[in-house]
């Protein structure tokens, strides 16, 4: 699928944070290589040049959020902070309206989604039901399914239902594709959830109500918000599947994609300049908050 | 049940016709166990004997096949774990990984809106000598303090029924004999009935009223740890609570007072009311410290079983007594405890000895040692075949 890589790897520096308690401590210091020889400058030039290639398209968006331009934003016209100030003013806010609508989607389709997906794991890995590993197997196939096919078939089945084409179906299709993710991420933690952690709720008198509360939804809880992540990110930039069932309901990926034929204005990078900085913000919250409470802890010895 | 409030006295325990099968595993076999309340029952038995299953069911985790469960005379069997007086203390202790030590010790209080369920908590700690630790997460605890808090947490609560899965396994000697301590007072003082798993011979036969010794899922004796121990009625029960010589023999004299057998042409008699089997094929046993060793032959004596000569092949010291391994021909190598009132060993390596035994000390068994050696947890597959192939053939032979 198109930009969940980048998506993928944000939510997986994030959930990092939550089990790197363990992992940290033991990091020897790497042998340094004492001569001048060719392996020790390979490795650097080679790292930097893939950061390099990684990184021009976010340092290009984000360069040109601040370029004075006029309609399309291709060459250089001169810096302004005009555009990041006044960035619903275009095109009577159709950015914002594009990007609003992409936010709403998203975490409708999330809530939803990581509901479903997680009744869904706890249900595959703790209880013994027929047709229990064809469940499985058949939840893994909207992820090896190509979008493509995903949101034409989709699409055909409105049609023939005759559901008119708005947000609701948007939200559908995502939730779709998104429960899938959810269940993967979710069923690892609970399989190594211990069950005689919920034994000892019901011991200690904890009804059926109370242990999931207090004991399994607690211990998931990591697991759920990673899934959550993941799929308001899946969610946000899929633009395949929701290309075919948003009738003429715009998502920003589908407004960037539209206004790409006839310039994007300098306000969409600004939003993508937005987002990218918002998620960097959160991974570096999350970093900072474990570290501080590391060393809590290690003065509370 | 009426759950909200502290039990005031301990409950009593009746099993009934218990059978627990696994796919393809049956682990308990007609069980049935009567428990007074205000006991402390010890459960001994070999590492998969099925200990853990019974006192899982017992705490409603798992359901059993057959047979009904009482506690305090009401039928629990279909009951929820929640909704029964018990506590567990866990083998794996079980903690919560994400709450501090003080909300697991507190969680039973609060599930059961107990008042003031803080201070009660902080109060269970101090008893373990844990409560400078009460704001730590489980992870950052060592196992022996994991496995107090799991005590705490499950005494905290009172519950007339405590269920004890090897609860001190992982405690040093002083820190172990202090908690036996603590818990045997806990339980007098409230009058709680204690359901006590542990693999600690010594642990059972001090603190327990009743010893069960529980062996493939069947309880093969119960009773007052001395009678237990003086008075083993099966070859198991002989070799597993410490340690016994066994001499198999033929009846060769049955008299209203005493039963004796032939053992390699020597006479070894047993009282007839020490003895479970009168006729056939009898295993005569006796306790390694009531054995007594002699330079020259003893005097013969109706009193006295005595066997020899034979020779000592090993003497080792450990401290209060010393340990003899004397080989008589035709009755095998016998095992001596003797005090060490002297110093010296009484006899050395090498030397020709008798052995002599007071007939009134001699225990008759039910059955018959077997051949094989049977280890504890023997129910690995080849193990399992090879028993059955035995048995196979044992079948066909008669
Ligand atoms: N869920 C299960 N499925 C199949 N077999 C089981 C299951 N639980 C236990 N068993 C088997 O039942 C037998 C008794 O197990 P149990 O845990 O009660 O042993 P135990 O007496 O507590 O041993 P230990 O002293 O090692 O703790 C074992 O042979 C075990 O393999
Ligand atoms: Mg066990």
């Not at chain 2, 070999?46 to 506690?71: D, F, M, N, Q």
């Amino acid at each position: 699928m198109s930009g969940e890589g980048q998506a993928g790897t944000v939510v997986a520096g994030l959930f990092e944070t939550e089990n790197a308690e363990t992992a940290r401590g033991s990091r020897a210091p790497l042998p340094r290589p004492r001569r001048w020889s060719p392996s020790s400058w390979i490795l650097p030039a080679y790292a930097i040049l893939a950061f390099i290639f990684l990184l021009i398209p976010i340092a290009y968006t984000f360069i040109f959020s601040f370029n004075d331009s006029l309609k399309s934003n291709i060459s250089w016209r001169g810096f302004t902070f005009d555009k990041w100030l006044n960035v619903c003013a275009v095109q009577n806010g159709a950015v914002c309206e594009a990007f609003a609508n992409s936010i709403v989607i998203g975490v409708v389709a999330t809530v939803v989604a990581t509901i479903l997906g997680t009744m869904i794991a706890i249900a595959i890995v703790r209880y013994r039901f027929r047709a229990r590993s064809g469940i499985s197997l058949l939840l893994f196939l909207p992820m090896a399914t190509p979008e493509v096919v995903l949101g034409a078939g989709l699409a055909a089945q409105f049609l023939a239902f005759g559901v008119p084409k708005d947000m609701l179906t948007i939200i559908l299709a995502h939730t779709m594709f998104c429960i899938s993710f959810v269940v993967v991420t979710v069923k690892a933690r609970v399989a190594s959830l211990d069950p005689a952690l919920e034994e000892a709720g019901r011991d200690l008198y904890g009804s059926p109500t109370q242990v999931f509360l207090r004991v399994t939804f607690p211990l998931l809880l990591p697991g759920i918000i990673a899934a959550a992540l993941l799929s308001f990110a899946l969610s946000f930039d899929d633009f395949i599947i929701t290309n075919f069932n948003s009738g003429s309901v715009m998502t920003f990926p589908k407004y960037i994609y539209i206004s790409a034929s006839r310039g994007i204005p300098a306000e969409a990078n600004v939003i993508a300049s937005a987002v990218f900085l918002f998620a960097i913000a959160l991974v570096l919250v999350a970093q900072i908050s474990q570290a501080a409470r590391r060393r809590k802890l290690a003065k509370q010895g | 049940m009426a759950a909200s409030q502290f039990a005031d006295s301990g409950a009593d325990l009746t099993l009934v016709g218990i059978q627990k099968r696994f796919p393809g595993f049956t682990a308990i076999e007609d069980l049935n166990l009567e428990i007074p309340a205000g006991s402390f029952f010890a459960l001994l038995g070999p590492s998969g004997c099925g200990k853990t299953t019974t006192l899982r069911l017992v705490a409603g985790l798992e359901e059993p096949t057959a047979g009904r469960i009482l506690i305090g005379g009401k039928d629990v069997t279909s009951t929820k774990p929640h909704q029964r007086p018990v506590n567990t203390v866990f083998q794996s202790y079980a903690l919560f990984p994400h709450m501090t030590i003080l909300e697991n010790v507190a969680f039973g209080l609060r599930r059961r809106k107990v008042s003031d369920p803080v201070n009660r908590a902080h109060e269970a700690l101090r008893l373990v000598e844990l409560d400078h630790l009460a704001a730590r997460k489980p992870q950052q605890l060592s196992g022996g303090q994991q496995q107090r808090v799991a005590l705490a947490r499950a005494i905290v609560n009172r519950p007339a029924l405590l269920l004890l899965d090897e609860p001190l396994g992982a405690l040093d000697l002083k820190l172990r004999r202090q908690m036996q301590l603590e818990l045997k007072t806990i339980q007098e003082e409230v009058g709680l009935t204690f359901l006590h798993v542990t693999h600690d011979q010594e642990e059972a036969m001090t603190m327990a009223d009743t010893v069960a010794v529980m062996n493939k899922g069947q309880i093969e004796q119960m009773g007052a740890p001395e009678a237990l121990y003086e008075l083993p009625h099966t070859a198991f029960v002989a070799n597993f609570l410490g340690q016994s010589n066994l001499f198999t023999g033929e009846v060769v004299e049955s008299t209203s007072a005493v039963v004796a057998v032939d053992v390699a042409g020597i006479r070894v008699a047993v009282p007839v009311a020490r003895a479970q089997r009168h006729a056939g094929a009898v295993t005569v046993g006796v306790r390694p410290e009531k054995l007594a060793i002699h330079r020259d032959a003893p005097p013969a004596d109706s009193g006295t079983n005595v066997l020899g000569p034979g020779r000592v092949i090993d003497v080792s010291f450990s401290g209060v007594s010393t340990q003899y391994l004397v080989a008589i021909p035709g009755a095998g190598t016998i095992v001596v405890f003797s005090q060490n009132r002297e110093f010296g060993p009484i006899s050395h390596v090498g030397d020709d000895v008798w052995i002599s035994w007071n007939v009134e000390h001699s225990f008759g068994l039910a059955d018959v040692p077997d051949e094989v050696q049977r280890f504890a947890g023997d129910t690995d597959t080849k193990s399992i075949a090879a028993q059955r192939r035995e048995a196979l053939i044992a079948e066909l032979e008669d």
